[in-house]
Every structure is written in C-alpha cells, then in structure tokens.
C-alpha cells in the first residue's frame, strides 16, 4: 500500500524537529512538511483549509467546533504551552495591580485568540476582573487595521472596538489612549522603551509559578488538527499523528536532558529542567487527555463564559476517539 502524501504545517520547535527531518515518521503517511509562524499558519488554515496536518490555534478550534464548523479533528498533541503572566503590560503611570484594570481600556491583537482567553482567565478567577468589565480595543501589534480571523458574536456584554484607522495597539499604549496591553508578543516601537509602560505584575515567572503551584495549570495554546474528510476516509491517522508526536516530543526531550553537550543556546539548562519537574513532574510537556483534563475543563469553561462558545464543549468532544487512550504491552 503507498503511504499518504500529506502536507504537515508547524512552528519551528524543537519537540517536532525530529518529525519535520523525517528521524521520527507518521506511520503510512509521506509528509510534506513546512515550517510557517503560528500567525500565518492559522491564517491558511481557517481562512483556506490549506493543509492536511496542522499546528491550530486551539481558541479558534473551539469556535469552529462549537458552531458544528470545524474543518479539522483535534489530536491531543499540546505544541504550544505558556504561561501568559508575562503577555499582560500595562501603563505602569496609572495602573497599579491587576483590579485596577476594572472599567479600562485593553488592546488585543484579536479577542478570541488562546492566549487572551488564558490571560483574561486569570485575571477573572485570581483577581475578579471579568470581560465585562474592560473595554477591548482591536488592533494590530506592528501593523494597523487587524482584524478578527473568525466572525464572532459575543453579544451585548462584551464591549470590543476597532483601533483608530491607523493605529496599533503598541503605539496606543506609548501615547497612554489605551490602559493595557494584551497580546502573545510584546508591543514594539517606542512603547518598548517608554518609562511609563511596564509588565502587569512586576516579577510575571514568579507570579506563574505560585499560579501553577495552586491551579496545577499549565496553560495550552495550540494542538495539531487533521482535515476532517481525510479522517473519515482514513480513521487510522489520529492514532498514527497523535504516535508520531510523541516519538518526536521524546527525541527532543532525551536530546535536552543530555547537558554532556548543551543543544540550546542558554547556560543553565540542568538546572531549568530540575526546577521545572520539581514545580511541575517529571512530564512537564504532557500531551494527551488525562494528564491535562483538568486544563482542557477549565479553557473550555473560559471559552464559553467569555462569549467565544455558544455552549461549552465537554472535553470528550474535543479530539478524535482514538487519540483518548492507546495500547499497553
């Protein structure tokens, strides 16, 4: 039988290299992979359903999946995990802690992104601040006039406007027409380098790690998804992705944790890995259902109570059912 020839779009990390070089293969699949930004491979792939295999943003998924729209199967491969602590910046001039922003004005590159349904997340179940009471200015990071990727209906309590003609989010920052900043990148320009314009919380790495300590959440951002007719023509692929990244996820770590030789630019690296399974287990980058049910629980209910999902999903509808358990020998 010749293998599926099948395009493969992800982001350049080093726990899918080994799947994108071919040392590690999807079984019964002949990829053909290429190495795209999240923001362009979300683009084609919601916009055009341009890929067979794709690195998804997981928000967006859920409001596809919610509406009965979605044009791809979710496999429980998490590629993007972060903390949004250090996502939050805010005019330091006048905002002091994360309450004050009650009744101000936020810029968001688009509101139903993942890392602003985790970061408003937070901020509503550490600190009271709900979506409804901010006001949500749309607009680009570096260029002007973004726009939301999916059509969205948050109704009446949800307060979202569009960014002057011309303006992004960073340089309304530095001018102070906005009160925070929300986005997975930092602002840019002279913002960057404005006195006045700051991390919400002062120290963001200690404030993740006593988040985790007490929610045991490490925040997913994207998952892989599959073309929905190649799943229903072909039912052994979830199971054969959802293998084949974890192979490719255990290369990485194996080549991580050998310090003989360090593979990433940084000093220290045993001891950010020690300190890591101290905090977090010795699977600190789990994929799969049961190691993280209690996240996918808490971003589904977040989605839905942010206005992003009409009702909220149950995480049994939420990957294909092969990828929920495997064999064991």
């Not at 901020?123 to 607009?139: A, I």
């Not at 692929?237 to 490719?248: D, E, Q």
């Not at 980058?285 to 999902?309: A, I, K, M």
């Amino acid at each position: 039988m010749s293998k599926l020839c099948l395009s493969v779009a992800m982001g350049d990390y080093d726990r899918v290299r080994p799947l994108m070089s071919g040392a590690v293969q999807i079984d019964g699949v002949d990829p053909v992979c290429m190495t795209l930004s999240p923001e362009e491979t979300f683009f084609r792939t919601f916009r055009h359903q341009e890929f067979d295999i794709a690195e998804i943003s997981f928000s967006s998924y859920l409001v596809k999946l919610a509406r009965g729209e979605s044009d791809y199967v979710g496999v429980p491969v998490f590629l993007s995990r972060t903390f949004r602590h250090t996502s939050i910046y805010v005019r330091k001039d006048r905002i002091k802690k994360p309450e004050d922003l009650k009744g101000c004005r936020i810029g968001i590159p688009e509101y139903q992104l993942t890392a602003l349904v985790w970061a408003r997340a937070l901020l509503w179940d550490q600190y009271g601040v709900c979506p409804e009471d901010v006001t949500w200015v749309l607009g680009g990071i570096e260029k002007a006039d973004r726009e939301e990727k999916i059509t969205l209906d948050l109704g009446p309590k949800i307060r979202l406007e569009q960014a002057p003609k011309g303006e992004t989010i960073s340089s309304l920052l530095d001018k102070g027409l906005i009160d925070g900043y929300i986005a997975p990148r930092a602002p840019v320009g002279a913002a960057l380098s404005n006195p006045n314009v700051g991390w919400l919380f002062d120290d963001p790495i200690a404030a993740a790690k006593a988040y985790y300590a007490e929610t045991k959440i490490f925040p997913i951002m994207h998952l892989v998804g599959i073309r929905r007719s190649l799943v229903e023509q072909h039912a052994w692929l979830p199971a054969a992705v959802f293998k084949a990244f974890n192979a490719s996820k255990d290369v990485a770590l194996a080549a991580l944790t050998d310090i003989s030789a360090p593979k990433i630019t940084l000093p220290f690296v045993e001891e950010q890995i020690l300190a890591a399974r101290k905090l977090m287990g010795e699977d600190f980058w789990s994929y799969g259902v049961e190691p993280n049910r209690h996240v996918l629980e808490t971003l589904t209910r977040h989605h839905h109570r942010q206005g992003l999902s009409p009702r909220q999903i149950e995480v049994s509808e939420l990957f294909h059912p092969s990828t929920y358990d495997s064999f064991k020998i």
